[in-house]
């Protein structure tokens, strides 16, 4: 289930010599998404992104419990301009690795170009 979608334009200001400064407006998404056994995909709203956005993520455990010997990962198995779809892998000491479970974890993603 996709929730909190909001999106917007963020303006970056460059400046490849000291004497010129150029500012660039691109574009930006974010959405928090319970996680789906399977993988999840987070489309993009029709042209917001000419180029695959760089993707920056954030876990949440939702029913997971803690422990300190879990490790979460985040596997980005596709990046294109109207989707990116992204896989959590689970692993505890002793108990190998595994795809998260449903409901798990909640994945925050942030998207920008």
């Not at 422990?67 to 979460?72: I, V």
């Not at 689970?90 to 974890?105: F, N, Y």
Request: charged share 10%; hydrophobic share 30%.
């Amino acid at each position: 289930m996709a929730t909190n979608l909001t999106q917007g334009i963020i303006q970056k200001i460059e400046n490849p010599i000291p004497s010129i400064v150029k500012t660039i407006n691109g574009n930006w998404c974010d959405q928090r998404i319970s996680y789906t056994n399977g993988g999840i995909t987070m489309n993009y709203p029709t042209g917001l992104f000419s180029n695959a956005p760089i993707i920056t993520t954030q876990v949440q455990l939702q029913t997971l419990t803690y422990s300190s010997d879990l490790m979460l990962s985040v596997i980005v198995t596709s990046n294109t301009s109207t989707s990116t779809t992204i896989r959590i892998n689970k692993e505890t000491v002793g108990g190998g690795i595994q795809e998260a479970s449903t409901t798990d974890v909640y994945i925050n993603i942030h998207s920008e170009e």
